[in-house]
């Protein structure tokens, strides 16, 4: 099955092999985005601040595709430290509201580069 890249202005660049995001039937894939700034760059912060950033990317992405965070229907979530995750849970519902999207969440993971990355699946309709 063929794919759509998505792109648009505000969306961050990689310097790795991989798109932002890719559209395939009804549904857009968003890849992991963490703490970077536009040109790709990591951000460092606390844990509250990389997962806004990394979120916020998230958002940026959806909006090139036209979708919010309410089209959102899988979350995968990597927290790099089990003992954010209480704040994790806390910063989620700020961005996430009944009915939540389907989520797993990995700890132990990022090799301690990064505190949190987020991909996301949003659904855009079987029109699309």
Do not use: W
């Not at 790795?16 to 970077?36: C, D, E, I, K, N």
């Not at 849970?89 to 961005?95: A, C, Q």
């Amino acid at each position: 099955m063929p794919f759509d890249v998505i792109r648009g202005a505000g969306v961050p660049v990689s310097h790795l092999p991989f798109s932002p995001a890719t559209g395939a039937g009804g549904f857009v894939f968003v890849s992991g985005q963490a703490s970077v700034d536009d040109s790709g760059a990591i951000v460092v912060d606390t844990f509250e601040g990389e997962f806004r950033r990394s979120v916020e990317n998230v958002k940026r992405i959806l909006a090139a595709a036209n979708l919010t965070l309410a089209d959102v229907v899988q979350v995968r979530s990597y927290v790099d430290n089990p003992k954010d995750i209480p704040e994790y849970n806390r910063l989620y519902r700020e961005y996430f509201f009944e009915p939540f999207p389907a989520r797993a969440t990995i700890v132990n993971c990022l090799g301690g580069a990064l505190k949190y990355e987020i991909e996301v699946i949003a659904f855009r309709g079987t029109g699309a």
